[in-house]
T-cell receptor
């Protein structure tokens, strides 16, 4: 059974800092690893998707890496801004015939960027 | 292109009642997945539908059920509500093709917040 863990649970940083969010997963047989953002009371917004054959993906100030052998992914946010404040969730899509639509989520990291 | 829509956005029910939530996927998407989000358990997968067929189901009691219509819209139903069913219910849509699972993300709606009193 896939288990996804995120560290730290919460993070507070001053504006402009570079930061790293960590995600670990127990089953390396995955199709992909995804990072989402959730603002309070809202749905999830997809940030980055890393396919199982890839090592990293970049979008603007965001960079996500994937190391399947160690069961780890990291999300790097450069030059953080107050607008980056949100909960960040990572999710794994397990490989296999029964994986349709089933993302396994971590508990999230609550990020606060203060001016 | 319109995003995923969910109705209603907020709902208050009492124990023992039943509730039906609706999800309209992005145009062209045939897969709809449902998730329950609570502070204690986080996001948990309920089930997934594709072309009116349930392809996958999470570990929830039979009180939780769903269906999908020919236009890909989906509903989920919770019968005999319990206090613990209070949660944010999220649906997500995607094209859902088996061969595209490696590179396909899910697009989430804003959720329906259910409060059971």
């Amino acid at each position: 059974k896939q288990e996804v863990t995120q560290i730290p649970a919460a993070l507070s940083v001053p504006e402009g800092e570079n930061l790293v969010l960590n995600c670990s997963f127990t089953d390396s047989a995955i199709y992909n690893l995804q990072w989402f953002r959730q603002d309070p009371g809202k749905g999830l917004t997809s940030l980055l998707l890393i396919q199982s054959s890839q090592r990293e993906q970049t979008s603007g100030r965001l960079n996500a890496s994937l190391d399947k052998s160690s069961g780890r992914s990291t999300l790097y946010i450069a030059a953080s801004q107050p607008g980056d404040s949100a909960t960040y969730l990572c999710a794994a899509l397990n490989a296999g015939g029964t994986s349709y639509g089933k993302l396994t989520f971590g508990q999230g990291t609550i990020l606060t960027v203060h001016p | 292109k319109a995003g995923v829509t969910q109705t209603p956005r907020y709902l208050i029910k009492t124990r023992g009642q039943q509730v039906t939530l609706s999800c309209s996927p992005i145009s062209g998407h045939r897969s709809v997945s449902w998730y329950q989000q609570t502070p204690g358990q986080g996001l948990q997968f309920l089930f997934e539908y594709f072309s009116e067929t349930q392809r996958n189901k999470g570990n929830f009691p039979g009180r939780f059920s769903g269906r999908q219509f020919s236009n890909s819209r989906s509903e989920m139903n919770v019968s005999t509500l319990e206090l613990g069913d209070s949660a944010l219910y999220l649906c997500a849509s995607s094209f859902g093709l088996a061969g595209a699972r490696t590179q396909e993300t899910q697009y989430f709606g804003p959720g329906t917040r259910l409060l059971v009193l």
